[in-house]
């Protein structure tokens, strides 16, 4: 079975977009910001709010 997930590259400058407009405060401070897998929804706010596209969708098996 194949998840989703989405992670935050190391290149993260640490803005707080992100972290603002996750409905379900999973994404923490840090160098990079980091996302808690188990309590994110993948509504993909955090995706279209990096402005420098940091965030990326990813495939794990």
Not at 46 to 60: D, F, G
Request: one cysteine or more.
């Amino acid at each position: 079975m194949q998840n989703k997930h989405y992670r935050i590259d190391a290149r993260c400058n640490g803005c707080g977009a992100c972290k603002k407009v996750c409905p379900v405060h999973c994404i923490s401070r840090g160098n990079p910001y980091s996302i808690n897998q188990i309590k994110c929804i993948r509504c993909g706010r955090c995706v279209s709010r990096c402005w420098r596209k940091y965030i990326k969708e990813e495939t794990v098996q």
